[in-house]
């Protein structure tokens, strides 16, 4: 991970943060006017480790999201993945395998080769 992190409270104790990395992909994908648009990250049962992560714009905040914002650009994270989430780090991650948006979870005991699921 590298650059600085914009870091907000979580559900518990350790917060959730987004590295300048993810900003700035979101901030192209949104061509630099996010509008009303933001990144959200959500936590879903299923994949091959128990829980999956996703990625989706959206529009739409609810009044119980976290969201953490720079510079106008948006990441919202719901009430119900907040928890499972507290003390991650959303990055982007640009790797020979691909670019993507990724989660360094310190509550995932294992994960999948993808790095889309895990398990706590």
Known sequence: MDGSLVMVDGAQSG?????????T????ILG???????????VLGGGCSGFQYTFELDETVAEDDIVIEKD??????????Q????????????????AHFAV?????TS??????????
């Open 15 to 23: 917060g959730i943060g987004v590295t300048d990395a993810a900003f």
């Open 25 to 28: 992909q979101l901030a192209a």
């Open 32 to 42: 630099g006017d996010p509008g009303e648009k933001l990144l959200r990250v959500a």
């Open 72 to 81: 106008g650009i948006r990441v919202a994270v719901d009430s119900v993945s």
């Open 83 to 98: 928890p499972f989430l507290d003390g991650a780090v959303i990055d982007y991650k640009n790797e020979l395998i691909g």
């Open 104 to 108: 360094e979870n310190p509550n995932a």
């Open 111 to 120: 994960s999948c080769g993808c790095g889309t699921s895990f398990s706590i």
